[in-house]
C-alpha cells in the first residue's frame, strides 16, 4: 500500500501527475525545493504494459479498460446538446493522458495568441509565442521529440528537434501527390516518440497500438517525470484523491489540500505554494468542491468564469476503401499532416489541420474476430476512425468463416481503406463548461462533474469546408475509391481545455499570466484549463511549456 500520510515542511503541493505537474515538479526538485504530488489514480507498473496492449487488441473491451477507469469512481454527467463521453477521454494515474495518447508535440501558432485582434473571434491571450518560444524548445528536449523542420507554414523554431523524424509511410505517398496537383503543401508530423534510444528509452519497435498503450516505453509519457522528480527528491502519493482545498479565516491564501487515501483515511497536506494540475475537468471541479463563506461560488471563481469556455476539438473525418493497397495499420501514428487551412484569411473560414492517418479500417484481429457482434461502429467509436469496414462485414448475414475462406477475405479486405482526419478550431463559449451535478455523486458523496458542450456554427461550417478539401484530394488520388463515408463529430479526441482562462482582468478571467489565482495569492493553476484558446491543433506540447514556464516563476520570484 506504500506510506500515503502527508510530508511535513512542503514548499509546494501539486495536485495531479500528469505531464504539467510532474514537469513542475522535477523542475522545482532539481532546484532544491520540497515537492509532494497527490495523484488521484493509481501507479501502473512498467511491465504490466504487455497486458494493457492484450486488452486493447481484444474484441469486447474498450479504451476505459486499459487503464483502469471506474465508472463509480470517475462518475460525470453530461449536458449540452453533444453527449460528452469524457471516461473515453481521460486516464487516471501516474502519467495521466499521456499514458494513452498519440504522442502529437505540436506547437500552437502564433495566430492562435492572436484571435482576437487577428480575427475579431474570441480573445488575445495575454502572453504570445515568443514568451512560449523558449519553452517550446524546452518541453520538446524533456519529452523527446522526432521530427523535421519541413512544415513551411508552421510557427518558427529555433533548433533542430532533439531527433529524426520517422519516415514516410506509404499511403503518405499516395497522398502526397494529390495534395501536390492541388496546390496543398504537406510535411512531417512531430512526435513524443523516439526514433532512436533517448533519455535511456528504447527507440519505436512497431508494436502499432501507441494509443492507448506503448508497451515499449518509446513513447513519451508523464511516468518518466514522476520518476525524475522522485530522484531528485520530490514525492509521489498515488490513489490520494483531492476532495477539496482548505484557505485561511481570510480566503487569500490555501493551507491544505484534503484528500482521501484507499483505506478511508482523510488527510491534509500543508504547503507554502500550491498547483493544481489536474486537467481541464477536474482543476475546475476541484475549485467549485472548494466553495466557502470566503469564495461561495467556488475558490478563486470571483470572476464566475471557472468552468467556463470548456473547449475541444471537432473532427472531420472522411473514411473509406481504395480499389488499390494503402498499407494500413501497420504503424500506430500519423507521419503526414497539412497546415495549408491553418490559418484562414477570413475568419468566417476557420482554422483546420488535416492529418493523413496511417491507421484506417479493420485490422487483421477485428475482420477475423469481429464476424458477429462488432464492438462498436464509427458513429459510435470517434477514437478508432475507419472501422465501418468492421461493421460492414459483421453485419452480413454470411456464416463465420475460417480457415483459406477467411484468409481470402483478409487479403481483400484488409490494408485497402484510408482516412484523413482534419481538426477544427472550436470557438471558446461561456455557455460550454463544467459545472457539478448536485444530484449525482461519486464513491465519497461528492458531486461529479458536468460537461456541457454544445456545437456552434463557425465550427460547422469549418467542419463542412474540411470535407470539401478532403473529398477534393481523394477525387485527384491515382486510385479509385470503392466507398467513401463522411464522418462528423464534436466528441473530439481529449483534448478539453479553456476551464480555468488566462487573462489580466480578474472580472474576466481566473488566472493571471504567471497562472497564479487572481483570488488566491499562493495557488497557480496549469494544464490546458488556463487555454485561452486552443487552436486547431494538439495541445501537450504548449501545456508542458507552461509547465516548465510556471516552474521557472515559481523557483526565481515565489519559493
Same mark, same amino acid.
Given at each position: 500500500?506504500? &506510506?500515503?500520510?502527508?510530508?511535513?515542511?512542503?514548499?509546494?503541493?501539486?495536485?495531479?501527475?500528469?505531464?504539467?505537474?510532474?514537469?513542475?515538479?522535477?523542475?522545482?526538485?532539481?532546484?532544491?525545493?520540497?515537492?509532494?504530488?497527490?495523484?488521484?489514480?493509481?501507479?501502473?507498473?512498467?511491465?504490466?504494459?504487455?497486458?494493457?496492449?492484450?486488452?486493447?487488441?481484444?474484441?469486447?473491451?474498450?479504451?476505459?479498460?486499459?487503464?483502469?477507469?471506474?465508472?463509480?469512481?470517475?462518475?460525470?454527467?453530461?449536458?449540452?446538446?453533444?453527449?460528452?463521453?469524457?471516461?473515453?477521454?481521460?486516464?487516471?494515474?501516474?502519467?495521466?493522458?499521456?499514458?494513452?495518447?498519440?504522442?502529437?508535440?505540436?506547437?500552437?501558432?502564433?495566430?492562435?495568441?492572436?484571435?482576437?485582434? !487577428?480575427?475579431?473571434?474570441?480573445?488575445? /491571450?495575454?502572453?504570445?509565442?515568443?514568451?512560449?518560444?523558449?519553452?517550446?524548445?524546452?518541453?520538446?528536449?524533456?519529452?523527446?521529440?522526432?521530427?523535421?523542420? &519541413?512544415?513551411?507554414?508552421?510557427?518558427?523554431?529555433? +533548433?533542430?528537434?532533439?531527433? &529524426?523524424?520517422?519516415?514516410?509511410?506509404?499511403?503518405?505517398?499516395?497522398?502526397?501527390?494529390?495534395?501536390?496537383?492541388?496546390?496543398? *503543401?504537406?510535411?512531417?508530423?512531430?512526435?513524443?516518440?523516439?526514433?532512436?534510444?533517448?533519455?535511456?528509452?528504447?527507440?519505436?519497435?512497431?508494436?502499432?497500438?501507441?494509443?492507448?498503450?506503448?508497451?515499449?516505453?518509446?513513447?513519451?509519457?508523464? &511516468?518518466?517525470?514522476?520518476?525524475?522528480?522522485?530522484?531528485?527528491?520530490?514525492?509521489?502519493?498515488?490513489?490520494?484523491?483531492?476532495?477539496?482545498?482548505?484557505?485561511?479565516?481570510?480566503?487569500?491564501?490555501?493551507?491544505?489540500?484534503?484528500?482521501?487515501?484507499?483505506?478511508?483515511?482523510?488527510?491534509?497536506?500543508?504547503? !507554502?505554494?500550491?498547483?493544481?494540475?489536474?486537467?481541464?475537468?477536474?482543476?475546475?471541479?476541484?475549485?467549485?468542491?472548494? !466553495?466557502? +463563506?470566503?469564495?461561495?461560488?467556488?475558490?478563486?471563481?470571483?470572476?464566475?468564469?471557472?468552468?467556463?469556455?470548456?473547449?475541444?476539438?471537432?473532427?472531420?473525418?472522411?473514411?473509406? *476503401?481504395?480499389?488499390?493497397?494503402?498499407?494500413?495499420?501497420?504503424?500506430?501514428?500519423?507521419?503526414?499532416?497539412?497546415?495549408?487551412?491553418?490559418?484562414?484569411?477570413?475568419?468566417?473560414?476557420?482554422?483546420?489541420?488535416?492529418? $493523413?492517418?496511417?491507421?484506417?479500417?479493420?485490422?487483421?484481429?477485428?475482420?477475423?474476430?469481429?464476424?458477429?457482434?462488432?464492438?462498436?461502429?464509427?458513429?459510435?467509436?470517434?477514437?478508432?476512425?475507419?472501422?465501418?469496414?468492421?461493421?460492414?462485414?459483421?453485419?452480413?448475414?454470411?456464416?463465420?468463416?475460417?480457415?483459406?475462406?477467411?484468409?481470402?477475405?483478409?487479403?481483400?479486405?484488409?490494408?485497402?481503406?484510408?482516412?484523413?482526419?482534419?481538426?477544427?478550431?472550436?470557438?471558446?463559449?461561456?455557455?460550454?463548461?463544467?459545472?457539478?451535478?448536485?444530484?449525482?455523486?461519486?464513491? $465519497?458523496?461528492?458531486?461529479?462533474?458536468?460537461?456541457? /458542450?454544445?456545437?456552434?456554427?463557425?465550427?460547422?461550417?469549418?467542419?463542412?469546408?474540411?470535407?470539401?478539401?478532403?473529398?477534393?484530394?481523394?477525387?485527384?488520388?491515382?486510385?479509385?475509391?470503392? /466507398?467513401?463515408?463522411?464522418?462528423?463529430?464534436?466528441?473530439?479526441?481529449?483534448?478539453?481545455?479553456?476551464?480555468?482562462?488566462?487573462?489580466?482582468?480578474?472580472?474576466?478571467?481566473?488566472?493571471?499570466?504567471?497562472?497564479?489565482?487572481?483570488?488566491?495569492?499562493?495557488?497557480?493553476?496549469?494544464?490546458?484549463?488556463? $487555454?485561452?484558446?486552443?487552436?486547431?491543433?494538439?495541445?501537450?506540447?504548449?501545456?508542458?511549456?507552461?509547465?516548465?514556464?510556471?516552474?521557472?516563476?515559481?523557483?526565481?520570484?515565489?519559493?
Amino acid at each position: 500500500m506504500g &506510506d500515503r500520510t502527508p510530508s511535513t515542511g512542503a514548499d509546494v503541493c501539486i495536485v495531479g501527475a500528469g505531464p504539467a505537474g510532474t514537469l513542475v515538479a522535477y523542475r522545482l526538485a532539481r532546484a532544491g525545493h520540497d515537492v509532494v504530488i497527490l495523484e488521484a489514480g493509481e501507479r501502473f507498473e512498467f511491465g504490466d504494459r504487455p497486458a494493457r496492449m492484450e486488452v486493447s487488441l481484444r474484441p469486447g473491451h474498450d479504451q476505459t479498460e486499459v487503464w483502469g477507469v471506474e465508472e463509480e469512481r470517475d462518475a460525470f454527467t453530461s449536458g449540452g446538446d453533444v453527449p460528452y463521453p469524457l471516461n473515453l477521454r481521460r486516464a487516471r494515474g501516474v502519467g495521466g493522458s499521456t499514458l494513452h495518447w498519440n504522442g502529437r508535440v505540436d506547437r500552437l501558432s502564433p495566430k492562435d495568441f492572436e484571435m482576437g485582434s !487577428r480575427y475579431g473571434l474570441a480573445a488575445d /491571450w495575454p502572453i504570445g509565442y515568443e514568451d512560449l518560444r523558449p519553452y517550446y524548445a524546452a518541453a520538446e528536449r524533456e519529452l523527446g521529440a522526432a521530427g523535421a523542420d &519541413d512544415n513551411p507554414l508552421g510557427p518558427p523554431r529555433e +533548433e533542430p528537434y532533439p531527433m &529524426d523524424a520517422f519516415p514516410s509511410s506509404y499511403s503518405d505517398a499516395l497522398f502526397a501527390e494529390a495534395c501536390e496537383e492541388l496546390g496543398i *503543401e504537406t510535411h512531417s508530423i512531430a512526435g513524443a516518440r523516439n526514433s532512436e534510444p533517448y533519455d535511456g528509452r528504447s527507440p519505436c519497435v512497431g508494436y502499432g497500438t501507441c494509443s492507448p498503450v506503448c508497451p515499449s516505453g518509446a513513447k513519451y509519457s508523464a &511516468d518518466v517525470h514522476a520518476r525524475k522528480a522522485e530522484a531528485e527528491g520530490a514525492r509521489v502519493i498515488d490513489r490520494a484523491v483531492v476532495r477539496r482545498l482548505e484557505h485561511d479565516d481570510g480566503g487569500d491564501r490555501v493551507t491544505a489540500a484534503v484528500y482521501r487515501t484507499p483505506d478511508g483515511g482523510t488527510h491534509r497536506q500543508t504547503a !507554502r505554494q500550491f498547483v493544481l494540475a489536474a486537467g481541464g475537468v477536474e482543476n475546475p471541479r476541484l475549485l467549485l468542491l472548494s !466553495r466557502s +463563506e470566503a469564495h461561495p461560488d467556488g475558490l478563486a471563481n470571483s470572476s464566475g468564469a471557472v468552468g467556463r469556455y470548456f473547449m475541444e476539438h471537432p473532427l472531420a473525418i472522411l473514411t473509406g *476503401e481504395l480499389e488499390t493497397p494503402t498499407g494500413q495499420n501497420r504503424i500506430g501514428f500519423s507521419t503526414m499532416e497539412s497546415y495549408q487551412f491553418y490559418e484562414p484569411d477570413r475568419p468566417s473560414d476557420g482554422s483546420f489541420r488535416l492529418s $493523413f492517418l496511417n491507421r484506417a479500417g479493420p485490422g487483421v484481429v477485428e475482420l477475423a474476430l469481429g464476424q458477429r457482434d462488432p464492438l462498436r461502429s464509427l458513429r459510435d467509436a470517434v477514437t478508432a476512425p475507419g472501422v465501418s469496414g468492421l461493421a460492414e462485414v459483421a453485419d452480413d448475414a454470411r456464416p463465420i468463416q475460417w480457415g483459406d475462406d477467411l484468409l481470402e477475405t483478409l487479403r481483400d479486405r484488409y490494408g485497402n481503406h484510408f482516412t484523413i482526419m482534419a481538426e477544427i478550431e472550436p470557438l471558446p463559449d461561456p455557455a460550454n463548461r463544467v459545472t457539478l451535478d448536485e444530484e449525482r455523486t461519486d464513491e $465519497f458523496g461528492d458531486p461529479v462533474p458536468e460537461v456541457s /458542450w454544445s456545437r456552434g456554427d463557425h465550427g460547422e461550417r469549418t467542419i463542412e469546408r474540411a470535407f470539401e478539401v478532403m473529398e477534393r484530394i481523394v477525387d485527384r488520388l491515382d486510385a479509385e475509391p470503392r /466507398w467513401t463515408e463522411r464522418v462528423r463529430t464534436w466528441h473530439g479526441v481529449g483534448h478539453l481545455s479553456g476551464t480555468t482562462r488566462m487573462g489580466t482582468d480578474p472580472g474576466e478571467s481566473v488566472v493571471d499570466p504567471d497562472l497564479r489565482t487572481h483570488d488566491v495569492e499562493n495557488l497557480h493553476v496549469v494544464g490546458s484549463s488556463p $487555454f485561452v484558446t486552443v487552436g486547431a491543433t494538439a495541445p501537450t506540447l504548449t501545456i508542458a511549456a507552461l509547465a516548465l514556464r510556471l516552474a521557472d516563476h515559481l523557483d526565481g520570484e515565489v519559493l
